[in-house]
């Protein structure tokens, strides 16, 4: 069990940390107590997010340390029902692709996150209003599910665990598209391959179908719609380290 007088020694630069550094703090952090749970999730979600960040300046470092939080990660215990927040950590597509489509995400993200049946091993994806002229042009044919308050849903999916299409040493909770109910362009090509790094705090590969291999285009998080909201300011050297429980 990692102390928390043990975490500032083990705390990497939010700048300019080595993939290795990454691991080792959140792999500490995964450590911690039940009595600071809240901690450990919000400093995932910190360490998830600064990697998301470091991606248009440092690709390489970035995705390695978000892969190897990644590989950290086990399917969610106990599995995710009802709805969660998300963001898109970053692509991982090729430059100069990669920095078209963080400008356009960071000018306009229609996602908000998932809904989870848990008994059901179902969910489907949450857009923003803003979504269905998008969404009519690009799939003419399929209807978004109007929900109150204006917003969507859209999108529905089966999970399943099983190992990870590029980890097959790790399991995952897979949220799989491959349904008739779904337009075939684009959207039931996609897989999604999703771990829980520490409770509350969930990460995910977004991973494309072509032929018979699997690319990575991203990474995604999530989070239950019903904890304290995590995307606060981040201090100069990332999460300040609580009182010891």
């Known amino acids: 069990m990692t102390r928390l007088t043990e975490l500032p020694a083990l705390q990497p630069d939010p ?11 959140v792999e500490a952090l995964q450590g911690l107590s039940k009595a600071n749970a809240d901690f450990a999730r919000r400093a995932s979600w910190a360490q998830i997010r600064l990697a998301g960040a470091r991606a248009g300046s440092r690709p390489g ?5 978000l892969n190897r939080i990644f590989r950290l990660g086990v399917p969610p215990d106990p599995p995710l029902d009802g709805p969660t927040r998300g963001i898109l950590v970053t692509p991982t597509v090729p430059r100069p692709a990669d ?9 306009w993200m229609p996602w908000t996150g998932k809904r989870f049946d848990a008994s059901a091993q179902t969910g489907d994806n949450l857009l923003i209003a803003g979504a269905r002229p ?7 044919s399929y209807r978004l599910e109007p929900l109150d308050g204006g917003d969507y849903a859209a999108f529905r999916f089966r999970t399943y665990v099983g190992p990870g ?18 337009p075939r362009l684009l959207i ?52 300040p380290v609580p009182a010891p429980a």
């Open 188 to 239: 039931r090509g996609i897989l999604d391959e999703l771990v829980q790094i520490v409770p509350g705090a969930y990460l995910g590969k977004v991973l494309l179908r072509r032929k018979d291999a699997w690319r990575l285009l991203g990474y995604f998080a999530l989070e239950p719609a019903a904890v304290a909201r995590t995307d606060e300011p981040i201090a100069a050297r990332g999460e």
């Open 134 to 140: 998008i969404a009519r042009v690009l799939f003419p």
């Open 99 to 107: 920095l078209g489509l963080r400008a356009l995400v960071s000018a």
């Open 61 to 65: 470092e970035a995705h390695e340390s």
């Open 15 to 25: 700048l300019t940390p080595e993939a290795d550094e990454v691991e080792r703090y």
């Open 165 to 182: 299409q590029l980890d097959a040493d790790r399991e995952t909770l897979k949220i799989d598209y491959d349904s008739d109910e779904n």
